[in-house]
């Protein structure tokens, strides 16, 4: 894929992804006055500790934090509160989270790290005082980006550029390093007959997934032939075909239908995988359904026959 047009998709479900957050229940803790003093309502601690990090109020973060309360908690889109801080431009914020030891280069749940969320608002002071700190400039979101992929000014590309130049970083190497790795697990899995399938803790995504959502097709091929499940649900009930719909995976897609993965399953909101699909692939899917259809009733008539 083009970077240009990686950038555009990337940008755009950033766009999705922040929207979401404007209308949290943890923004309007941060933002809302209380209509009703009487009406007491109970908030999540980490909700609470990200909204007291939104506002900037650092003396109540900082009792939050004495209190057990963990810096690298995240929302329901796994924005934890340095992304917010560095997607606010709020420098200062960014400066003591940083130094209490939070994790910089935490990925949220479509793998934007920090400086990945900096990078695409162009804000270059941030940027540099993250990378002075150990920011991964390497790191790969879920649609295949660096950093430097979506960086939106040639001041910021600069910066990055001169800090993988320093540490001599094979750019096309790191992009595909996640599928190598998937890989080699999918063919020892394959060998040894036995799915090792590591879940993920907090999302419940399977390899077949993260394999499907990213367009790994090498990776997806052996993992179906060793049997991986095509139609397992993660924590939010989406199966890999939700996963490659959403993410424009065309030949994810026809893989999993291919390989009789259930069209009609929804997830926890009711959504099929018509229902979360890239616009650009409904007509396909409609297509693969009619396929599939096909497939199904001839698998049928060869039973009745066979029977008879």
Known sequence: MPME??????????AEQLKRWEESETNRVSSDPPKDKKKKIRFSDGCVFLAACASGDKEEVERLLSQGADINTANVDGLTALHQACI????????????HNCDINKGDNEGWTPLHATTSCGILSIARYLIEHGADVAAVNNDGDLPIDIAESEEMEELLQAEIDRQEIDCDAARTEEEHIMLEDAKRWANNQYIEDCIHPKTGATALHVAAAKGYIRVMSILI??????????????????????????????MLVESLADMTIVNSAGQTCFDVADPELVKVLEELKKKQNSVSQLFIYLFIINIK
Do not use: I
């Open 5 to 14: 047009t990686r950038s555009s998709n990337a940008l755009f479900k950033r």
């Open 88 to 99: 606010d431009d709020n420098y200062e914020m960014v400066q003591f989270l940083v130094e």
């Open 225 to 254: 032939k060793a049997g991986a499940d095509v139609n397992a649900q993660d924590n939010d009930d989406w199966t890999p075909l939700h996963a490659a719909a959403h993410w424009g995976q065309r030949e994810a897609c026809e």
